[in-house]
């Protein structure tokens, strides 16, 4: 009898001390904050700093910690306090009293898989030279995934999988219909799709995210750290040439909405890729000799040069990708040769917003992407 409620003594104090241990809290965090409208955030603690990617990426927080309590310290020297609570590996964060959020630790090498509640998609992201950089606030809102379930195309998308389909857009009818279409203009779609995809797949997905009023999105690639993103930003928009009807559009309406773009036909580079081949103004062409002669008409003209591209839907994701890049790539040369000829710096390595602006106005990325109709409408204007 002694013998057992020594035993139970001890588990009792066994569990009194665990629950009061010191929580060590060195890691980064992923989790979901909001209250009726979640989103994804990622936190980190390291050694004394405390970072919110929401907040910043690149500022931090100075932390002491007193048990399970925290004291942040910002560089005024203004502390906020918050207490977490582990259970299950799960670390509960209270300020007050109130819960704020459930975060876990680290799993995946990417906060994107981890923020990923479906462990059963299958997604291999496609690759790509372009700068690496932090996650920041608007990389966590409007996370679709695309990628295989079981041998199926599925797309998920606030913690919801479903075959890409027409339900997919009924769900989104569904979740915008209330107060959470907020926030919706404001923020770019961000994709996570398996780079082996086709693209008619992914134009089924974007012409239902474009119901929206959506014409930019961000692709994501692979990353080589936790807390970074790669990622190509595009946009999908329709074109005009001279053949548009600015009068009839002032009498009707938004029922003839106005395009977003002019452009010089003279000026007006059609690029195709088809069966792993690329061709400008529908004339086959190698990629060093359009790499030529786009750099010397934008060389020439490059307030006027503008770019559009299609992909055909046989094609994979990461042909679209890659054409996206070298296009992009070829903007970015000129920036940066001319941003370290004015201010010594490449132009992705600038911080003054004035001076960003100033490049982007003397090379505007006048480059887009369009669909086969668009295309092939556009080769029929001599």
Not at 114 to 142: A, W, Y
Not at 167 to 183: G, R, T
């Amino acid at each position: 009898m002694k013998k057992t409620q020594v035993l139970i003594l001890f588990l009792l104090l066994t569990t009194l001390i665990s629950c009061t241990k010191k929580v060590k809290m060195d890691g980064f965090y992923f989790g979901e904050i909001g209250k009726e409208n979640k989103y994804p955030t990622l936190i980190k603690f390291d050694h004394g700093k405390f970072i919110d990617y929401n907040y910043s990426p690149y500022n931090y927080f100075t932390y002491t910690q007193n048990g399970n309590s925290f004291e942040l310290k910002n560089e005024l020297n203004e502390t906020s306090n918050f207490d977490i609570k582990e259970q299950n590996n799960l670390y509960s964060l209270f300020v007050k009293d109130t819960l704020i959020s459930v975060f876990e630790k680290q799993k995946s090498t990417n906060f994107v898989f981890d923020n990923l509640k479906d462990k059963q998609i299958q997604i291999n992201l496609p690759t790509g030279d372009t700068k690496e950089v932090n996650f920041k606030s608007h990389d966590f809102r409007k996370l679709i995934y695309l990628g295989k379930k079981d041998d199926d195309l599925v797309v998920s998308f606030k913690d919801t999988t479903m075959k890409l389909s027409a339900d997919f857009k009924e769900f989104l009818n569904n979740y915008y219909s209330n107060d959470e279409l907020l926030e919706f203009p404001f923020f770019n779609f961000n994709i996570i799709a398996d780079k082996n995809i086709k693209i008619k797949d992914l134009n089924y997905l974007k012409k239902i995210l474009k119901t929206y009023e959506t014409h930019f999105f961000n692709y994501f690639l692979e990353s080589s750290k936790y807390d970074k993103v790669k990622k190509v930003s595009m946009g999908l928009k329709n074109v005009y040439s001279s053949l548009y009807n600015f009068e009839l559009a002032e009498k009707v309406g938004p029922s003839i909405p106005r395009p977003p773009l002019p452009y010089r036909e003279d000026h007006h580079f059609k690029i195709k890729f088809s069966n792993n081949q690329l061709y400008l103004n529908d004339t086959l062409i190698t990629k060093k000799t359009l790499e030529k002669t786009l750099k010397n008409e934008i060389e020439n003209y490059p307030t006027k040069t503008f770019i559009s591209f299609y992909i055909s839907e046989d094609s994979k994701y990461q042909d679209f990708i890659d054409l996206s890049l070298f296009l992009h790539n070829i903007y970015l040369d000129f920036r940066d040769s001319y941003s370290e000829k004015i201010y010594n710096l490449k132009y992705e390595d600038l911080k003054d917003k004035s001076k960003i602006k100033d490049l982007q106005k003397k090379y505007p990325k006048l480059l887009y992407e369009i669909d086969s109709t668009s295309y092939y409408n556009f080769i029929k204007i001599k």
